[in-house]
Structures are given as structure tokens and as C-alpha cells.
């Protein structure tokens, strides 16, 4: 018979093991610190990437959006600074989605779960929406005690405009989001007054609902319930990673600050109340740790007040841990011990071959994509033989082909090409509409960032012998009679003898 | 019955009452919210047969229909494209060939219309059938492959009896109606043959050149090289709408082609035809006014 053992389970009566854990609410307390000054900075800048990149302007021309940063859906167009994808390159975007993920790789193994405890969204808002209750409802205890007492004006009045608050922070959260696929400008006026799309509204809606929901009722268990990331990461973390520990051998054994023989842990529980994820970092590590760091200045603050050294709690590798715990083991608490155990640490090795295979992978990406975006085609050529007729009889008896040329041009020029058939002697091209230059080549004009179409036909006279298939090639050259494109097409012929 | 429900010992949760061999059931109420979204439900249900048509031969009391759906959205997408079929409407042909924004939107337009109403007889891509179907993209027209011919042609058709300037070209049964003997059929045949320089009968042709000359040289001209004023077919070229070989030459001889064609004009909008005809003219054989 297998049990079931799970965190946070407990059983309950008749000793049945309960699959569901009752949600324990998390108060976090407001701490102060390097890391925390760290923490917000991130805050600052993510938020304003985030608020204020749709209202970067780029100009582009006429015709074309001058949003910086655009996902033109309408049009499918990506914009990007000087950059622009077109639907057929959305390799791109996969590249930079490898990249990103690569790099997160990179970065989880030599710092530990950064991303999760700086960067990610689903930090960064529920930071802002815990800042937003703090400055509402107080701090910790205030809110404890205040959720624990009964319905009151204040109490009313304050969660009222907490939760209105949140939704005016998930309102300009959704909006941005769609400022990303419109013009923000003219979204910015066009939602408010009911102008929008039905599409617009109800992306916009569902960014500010999520927003809301994650960031203010959600908020920690998203991370340990919903996010794949924590369940996988430890593939990435080794005894080199740095992450967030308590540093037992120096803490241990914990108790009251003036009891004798007793560790550097006041067990005061100042990091427990200060994770946003309601943990103790002192059980070790754990999956629900988003490595955010706010327990260490927690730690160092009652450290400084207790005038003990700080970094009791701080960004560890398990290896040093390891060994300070080797070094320290059967000492005495006290001042020795200490030193014992942070003399036994070695520097952090960040080269080792994680590392190192992380890096050149993603050096190895970025190359690629790097090369593969200098080397891409500003203008492409694609040529459409038509299927009916496949071929045409004249009345002379000759023979003719038609093909649809379409030329996508990336850039804002508007080159005229001149079209030249690469063709065994006697074949005969016209293309409709298209003026011809001196040598009598058609000259066919690009549009600027777009798309033109132009019909070509293909002629052979009569009385010339042809194979069933006769490859032939499209080229098209520049003023300076540099070839840009080149394309290869067939033209068919009826089998001989057949009418 | 009781009026105090049972309560079950080891539980204490009430029963309901019911028991087999001995075990007892477990009340086990519906939540609530399940509950109340059930009766919603009903009420949703009953609204809804109220106001929309539901039942049968009821119309409900919104008079939502399907039907007068699609018309709408149909009447909508005709507004939306109205401004540019009017520019179209406006336009000359040749207007429309050069401009190219009309010229796109024409050949956008012309594409799908030829699907709808052209593409059952003249091919998907104009390449015509055997049979007396023309292809389109050939350099070969009958009537004429101007932008204006062949806007006329679309518009009027071919032999259509509503339409009084349909085209209308009656060539003889020579053999059916006793013009020519069968010989007679047999050398003009030959001689048609010769025009594009494939007779087997020397003798016969020259016998036919004669009899070519005084019955079919009014219309399909001395050389055989057709009228377009007549829709007489070229009869010297490597085109031939009914067939090129001598068989299929003695029988149009001998009892007659009367291919026929719609008279559009009765059955689409004039932006359409224009449309049309700006496509058909860019399928490979369009020529100059």
C-alpha cells in the first residue's frame, strides 16, 4: 500500500490524508535592504518597459505606423525599431523565444531563480499590488489583526479602496497589453469612450482580469500550483548555483539571543514573516522559494540590531554551505565557528561546464540568428507558374506560358528592377502593364514595404522544337546591373505530336 | 415520516432515508451555486423560447430569423464595397486598366466573378473546352479581344434571343439545307485544310478553292482569315474552336456551329461586367482598341 505524503496535507480525523490544502493566507512584512532596494529598482524598470514602450515613437515614413515597438496584426506586420518582420519570418520571433528561454537557462544556473525572484510578471505586479495594500491596509500585523476582526467602516472603506485600486493598476496593465497590437494614441482614446473593437475590449479585459486575479488574489500560489518553471528548474541549479540559504551550521541551534550555547538564529522569525511565499527559509530548499531574497534583509536587519555579522541568511552556493558545515562540524556557537565557517568557503566558480554549455549555446543561437538577420533578403521574388491553362496555344501555332510574378519589397525604397528571362534562344517574355528600358527589358517598380504582382507571359513561336518541360529563370537586375533575384520556373509544352 | 431527519452514526451527516439490505444513504445535498445556476438555466431556457423562434412555426418575439441574419450581413458587405463598384462604374475600361488601384481591385473582382458565372464553360483560368467553349487566354477571338469588344460581348452574348444587340452570327447548314453535295462539303473541307497547310488532296482543294470562294469567302474572307464585324472564325490559324481535324471540319460544313452564350447584362451589375472584362482581357489576349 503506497501513502500519499504531500506538503501542508494534514490528516485529519479518523486519519484519512486530505489531497487538498487549505490556502494559507501570506502576510508579507515590508523589509528594508540591498536587496530589497535591488528588488525595486527591477520593479521600477520592468514596470516602466512595460507602461511606457508603446508610446516610444519611431518614424517610418508615410503609410506606416510610428509606434517603436508594433505587432500590427491587421497587416501582419511585427515592428520593431528599424526592424520589421514579415509573417513569413516569424522564425525570428521563435529565435528570440529560444534565445530567451536559453537564457534563462543560462542565468538560472549561475544565480539561481533570479527570474522568478526580480523579473518574472507575476512578481513584479504582485510586488506592486502588495506595495499598493500596504500603503492601504497597513502593514503585516495591521492586516492580520485587521482580517481578523469583524466587519467595520474602516475595514470596509479600506478593502474598498484597495480592490479599487488593483483594478485601476489591472485596467492600465490590460490596457498597455493591447496597446502592443494598436496604435497606442489613438487606443487610448478609442477604449475609454467606447470606440474600440470588439477584439480590443475583450483582450483588454481579460489582461485587466488576469492581472487582477494573479496578481491580487492569486499572488504566491501561482508560482507553487500553476507555474511549470519551479518544477523544473532544479534541472538547471547545481552545489555551484547561487541561491538563498540559511547558513544552519552558523544559525544552529536556535533559540532566545541571551540563552547560552546557542546559534546566531534568534528564531524571531523575521524571514518566515517577510517571504511572499509564506516559507521558512531555514527548512532548506524548497520548490515554493522564488529566490527574491527579501528573507535575507529581513535576517541582516536583526543581525545589525543584535550587532552580530550579517549574512546569516544570503546568496549561497550549496558547495560553500557544504563545506563551511564541514569545517564548523562538533564547534561551539560563537565567534570561532563563524570564522571557522567563512573561511572554509572557496570563490564562487562560475565557469564550469553548465555554465559554459549554456553560454556557448546560447552564443552559438545568438550567432545564428544574428547572421541568419544580417543575411536576410530586403526584397524576395516568387513566381507562380499557372496550373490552368498549363499552357496556351497561339494562333500562329506558338506556344505560351503564363506566370504571376510577386515581389515583396521589406524596405521603405522603391527599386525598379529590370526582368531578364534565362531562357534557351527564342523564348519571348512580356509582362502586362510593365514599361521596358533601353535594353528592352521590362522594368518592374517595388512598392515600398509591399507587395506587388505582375503578370508574365512566356512565349515560344511556332515551328521550334520543345521538350514537354524547358526550365527557364527569372532575374531581375538593378540600375547597376547587379543581379537581386533570381528565380526558376518551368514552361510546358504539349508532348509532341499531340494537338 | 419523521419530521427529524436521520443522522447516520459514524458520519453524523443526515440520511435521506432510503435503505437497502442495511446501508443507509448519505444525504448529500447539491452545492448552492450548482442549484441556483440550474434554476437560471431553466429560466434562460424559457426566456429564450419566448423571444426566439424555438418551436415550431413560432417566430418568437424578437422576430430573429436566420435567414434575415444573413441578410443583413450580406446587405452590409454590399454597402462596404459600394463606394468602389461605383468607382469602377464611373471609370472608363481603359481607366481601370491603367489606374492601378482599380486595375488590383478589378482583377480581385473579375478573378471571382469569372469563378461564378464564367468558369462552368471557359475553364477555371479561361482556357476554354472542346466542344465550341473558346479559350480566353489565347491571342484568337471571334468577336474581338479589345477592352470594348469584349465588355460587349459579356454584356450582350451570343445569340441570346432577350438581347437585341447580342452577337448574331448565322453560318449556312450547306449540306442539311441542300446548298452543297456531299463531294462539294468534302472538297471546300480540303480546302479549308490547305488554308493552315495541312490538305492530303491536292485535286480536291483546288476543287474546293472555287466553291470556298463563291459560298464561305463573304464572310470568312478570301483567305479564310475570319471577320470580327461577323464573329466569322479565323480559318487559316492553328485555333479551332470545334476542332481542326478533317472530320470535325466536314460537320461544321455540313449542318453548322451555333455556340451561344448569356447576355450578362441582364444578370450582373455593370461594375461587375467591367470587372470582367478588364480580367478577361488580362488572362493573355487582350489587344489594343
Known amino acids: 500500500m503506497g501513502r500519499v505524503a504531500l506538503p501542508r496535507a494534514k490528516p485529519e480525523g479518523s486519519g484519512n490524508v486530505s489531497l487538498y490544502a487549505a490556502h494559507q493566507k501570506v502576510y508579507p512584512k515590508a523589509v528594508r535592504g540591498p536587496v530589497r532596494r535591488f528588488k525595486w529598482a527591477m520593479l521600477a524598470a520592468?514596470?516602466?518597459?512595460?507602461?511606457?514602450?508603446?508610446?516610444?515613437?519611431?518614424?517610418?515614413?508615410?503609410?506606416?505606423?510610428?509606434?517603436?515597438v508594433l505587432v500590427d496584426v491587421a497587416n501582419a506586420r511585427i515592428f520593431l525599431f528599424s526592424i520589421e518582420i514579415w509573417p513569413q519570418e516569424i522564425y525570428f520571433l521563435t529565435g528570440a523565444l529560444v534565445l530567451a528561454a536559453i537564457g534563462l537557462f543560462a542565468v538560472t544556473s549561475l544565480f539561481g531563480r533570479v527570474w522568478c525572484g526580480f523579473a518574472c510578471p507575476q512578481t513584479v505586479w504582485t510586488d506592486l499590488f502588495l506595495l499598493v495594500e500596504r500603503w492601504i491596509e497597513g502593514d503585516r500585523n495591521t492586516r492580520i489583526k485587521r482580517d481578523a476582526a469583524p466587519i467595520s467602516r474602516d475595514k470596509a472603506l479600506r478593502k474598498a479602496l484597495k480592490h479599487a485600486a488593483w483594478i485601476v493598476i489591472a485596467a492600465a496593465t490590460g490596457g498597455a497589453f493591447v496597446f502592443y497590437f494598436q496604435d497606442a494614441r489613438q487606443g487610448v482614446v478609442a477604449i475609454p469612450t467606447g470606440s474600440a473593437s470588439l477584439e480590443t475590449y475583450v483582450f483588454f479585459a481579460l489582461f485587466t482580469g488576469t492581472t487582477y486575479l494573479l496578481a491580487g488574489w492569486a499572488r504566491e500560489q501561482v508560482c507553487t500550483y500553476m507555474c511549470p518553471w519551479p518544477?523544473?528548474?532544479?534541472?538547471?541549479?547545481?552545489?555551484?548555483?547561487?541561491?538563498?540559504?540559511?547558513?544552519?551550521?552558523?544559525?544552529?541551534?536556535?533559540?532566545?539571543?541571551?540563552?547560552?550555547?546557542?546559534?546566531?538564529?534568534?528564531?524571531?522569525?523575521?524571514?518566515?514573516?517577510?517571504?511572499?511565499?509564506?516559507?521558512?527559509?531555514?527548512?532548506?530548499?524548497?520548490?515554493?522559494?522564488?529566490?527574491?531574497?527579501?528573507?535575507?534583509?529581513?535576517?541582516?536587519e536583526v543581525m545589525h540590531k543584535l550587532q552580530r555579522p550579517p549574512g546569516l541568511v544570503a546568496f549561497e552556493t550549496l558547495a560553500n554551505l557544504a563545506a563551511s558545515d564541514a569545517a564548523t562540524m562538533g564547534m561551539p556557537p560563537g565567534p570561532v565557528r563563524q570564522?571557522?565557517?567563512?573561511?572554509?568557503?572557496?570563490?564562487?566558480?562560475?565557469?564550469?561546464?553548465?555554465?559554459?554549455?549554456?553560454?556557448?549555446?546560447?552564443?552559438?543561437?545568438?550567432?545564428?540568428?544574428?547572421?541568419?538577420?544580417?543575411?536576410?533578403?530586403?526584397?524576395?521574388?516568387?513566381?507562380?507558374?499557372?496550373?490552368?491553362?498549363?499552357?496556351?496555344?497561339?494562333?500562329?501555332?506558338?506556344?505560351?506560358?503564363?506566370?504571376?510574378?510577386?515581389?515583396?519589397?521589406?524596405?521603405l525604397a522603391e527599386p525598379a528592377l529590370a526582368l531578364e528571362l534565362v531562357a534557351p534562344p527564342g523564348f519571348q517574355l512580356l509582362v502586362q502593364e510593365a514599361p521596358l528600358d533601353e535594353a528592352g527589358h521590362p522594368r518592374l517598380r517595388l512598392a515600398p514595404d509591399g507587395t506587388t504582382e505582375w503578370r508574365a507571359l512566356v512565349s515560344l513561336p511556332p515551328g521550334r522544337p520543345v521538350a514537354a518541360s524547358t526550365p527557364l529563370r527569372f532575374r531581375l537586375r538593378d540600375a547597376a546591373g547587379r543581379v537581386q533575384l533570381d528565380e526558376s520556373s518551368v514552361f510546358l509544352a504539349p508532348e509532341r505530336g499531340s494537338p | 415520516?419523521?419530521?427529524?431527519?436521520?443522522?447516520?452514526?459514524?458520519?453524523?451527516?443526515?440520511?435521506?432515508?432510503?435503505?437497502?439490505?442495511?446501508?443507509?444513504?448519505?444525504?448529500?445535498?447539491?452545492?448552492?451555486?450548482?442549484?441556483?445556476?440550474?434554476?437560471?438555466?431553466?429560466?434562460?431556457?424559457?426566456?429564450?423560447?419566448?423571444?426566439?423562434?424555438?418551436?415550431?412555426?413560432?417566430?418568437?418575439?424578437?422576430?430573429?430569423?436566420?435567414?434575415?441574419?444573413?441578410?443583413?450581413?450580406?446587405?452590409?458587405?454590399?454597402?462596404?464595397?459600394?463606394?468602389?463598384?461605383?468607382?469602377?462604374?464611373?471609370?472608363?475600361?481603359?481607366?481601370?486598366?491603367?489606374?492601378?488601384?482599380?486595375?488590383?481591385?478589378?482583377?480581385?473582382?473579375?478573378?471571382?466573378?469569372?469563378?461564378?458565372?464564367?468558369?462552368?464553360?471557359?475553364?477555371?483560368?479561361?482556357?476554354?473546352?472542346?466542344?465550341?467553349?473558346?479559350?480566353?487566354?489565347?491571342?484568337?477571338?471571334?468577336?474581338?479581344?479589345?477592352?470594348?469588344?469584349?465588355?460587349?460581348?459579356?454584356?450582350?452574348?451570343?445569340?441570346?434571343?432577350?438581347?437585341?444587340?447580342?452577337?448574331?452570327?448565322?453560318?449556312?447548314?450547306?449540306?442539311?439545307?441542300?446548298?452543297?453535295?456531299?463531294?462539294?462539303?468534302?472538297?471546300?473541307?480540303?480546302?479549308?485544310?490547305?488554308?493552315?497547310?495541312?490538305?492530303?488532296?491536292?485535286?480536291?482543294?483546288?476543287?474546293?478553292?472555287?466553291?470556298?470562294?463563291?459560298?464561305?469567302?463573304?464572310?470568312?474572307?478570301?483567305?479564310?482569315?475570319?471577320?470580327?464585324?461577323?464573329?466569322?472564325?479565323?480559318?487559316?490559324?492553328?485555333?479551332?474552336?470545334?476542332?481542326?481535324d478533317k472530320r470535325a471540319i466536314v460537320q461544321s460544313i455540313a449542318y453548322a456551329r451555333v455556340g451561344v452564350m448569356p447576355a450578362w447584362g441582364q444578370r450582373l451589375d455593370t461594375a461587375v461586367i467591367k470587372m470582367l472584362a478588364v480580367y478577361v482581357h488580362a488572362l493573355g489576349g487582350g489587344e489594343a482598341e
Open chain 1, 46 to 68: 520592468c514596470l516602466a518597459l512595460y507602461y511606457l514602450l508603446p508610446w516610444l515613437r519611431w518614424d517610418r515614413g508615410p503609410g506606416l505606423p510610428n509606434q517603436a
Open chain 1, 339 to 411: 570564522l571557522c565557517g567563512m573561511k572554509a568557503r572557496a570563490p564562487v566558480r562560475f565557469a564550469r561546464p553548465r555554465s559554459v554549455m549554456y553560454a556557448g549555446v546560447l552564443g552559438l543561437v545568438a550567432a545564428v540568428m544574428l547572421g541568419a538577420f544580417l543575411m536576410r533578403e530586403t526584397a524576395t521574388l516568387s513566381v507562380l507558374r499557372d496550373r490552368a491553362p498549363l499552357y496556351v496555344r497561339l494562333s500562329d501555332g506558338g506556344i505560351r506560358n503564363g506566370y504571376t510574378l510577386k515581389l515583396a519589397n521589406r524596405r
Open chain 2, 1 to 244: 415520516m419523521a419530521s427529524t431527519p436521520e443522522k447516520d452514526a459514524v458520519s453524523g451527516r443526515e440520511t435521506t432515508g432510503h435503505e437497502w439490505d442495511g446501508i443507509r444513504e448519505l444525504n448529500t445535498p447539491l452545492p448552492r451555486w450548482w442549484l441556483y445556476s440550474f434554476y437560471a438555466c431553466i429560466a434562460f431556457a424559457a426566456l429564450w423560447v419566448v423571444l426566439y423562434p424555438a418551436l415550431p412555426f413560432s417566430t418568437g418575439l424578437t422576430g430573429w430569423t436566420a435567414r434575415g441574419s444573413i441578410g443583413e450581413e450580406l446587405a452590409r458587405h454590399a454597402a462596404e464595397q459600394e463606394p468602389r463598384l461605383a468607382a469602377i462604374r464611373e471609370a472608363t475600361l481603359e481607366e481601370i486598366r491603367s489606374e492601378p488601384a482599380l486595375r488590383a481591385y478589378a482583377m480581385a473582382g473579375g478573378r471571382v466573378a469569372f469563378g461564378n458565372n464564367c468558369a462552368a464553360c471557359h475553364g477555371a483560368g479561361g482556357q476554354g473546352a472542346p466542344g465550341g467553349f473558346p479559350s480566353l487566354a489565347d491571342d484568337d477571338w471571334l468577336w474581338g479581344g479589345s477592352l470594348s469588344a469584349i465588355e460587349a460581348t459579356i454584356r450582350h452574348g451570343i445569340r441570346t434571343p432577350e438581347d437585341d444587340q447580342a452577337r448574331t452570327s448565322m453560318m449556312p447548314r450547306f449540306l442539311a439545307d441542300g446548298m452543297l453535295k456531299a463531294s462539294q462539303v468534302n472538297d471546300v473541307a480540303e480546302h479549308v485544310l490547305d488554308l493552315s497547310g495541312r490538305a492530303t488532296d491536292r485535286a480536291a482543294a483546288a476543287r474546293g478553292a472555287a466553291l470556298f470562294a463563291e459560298n464561305c469567302a463573304a464572310c470568312h474572307g478570301d483567305r479564310g482569315t475570319g471577320n470580327r464585324e461577323m464573329g466569322a472564325p479565323n480559318l487559316a490559324d492553328q485555333v479551332w474552336l470545334y476542332g481542326g
Open chain 1, 231 to 300: 518544477r523544473f528548474q532544479a534541472a538547471m541549479l547545481d552545489e555551484q548555483s547561487l541561491v538563498v540559504t540559511y547558513r544552519g551550521w552558523r544559525g544552529e541551534p536556535r533559540g532566545k539571543a541571551r540563552a547560552a550555547g546557542i546559534g546566531d538564529c534568534v528564531d524571531c522569525r523575521a524571514c518566515l514573516h517577510a517571504c511572499p511565499t509564506g516559507i521558512d527559509i531555514r527548512d532548506g530548499q524548497q520548490m515554493e522559494c522564488i529566490g527574491c531574497g527579501l528573507c535575507i534583509d529581513a535576517c541582516d
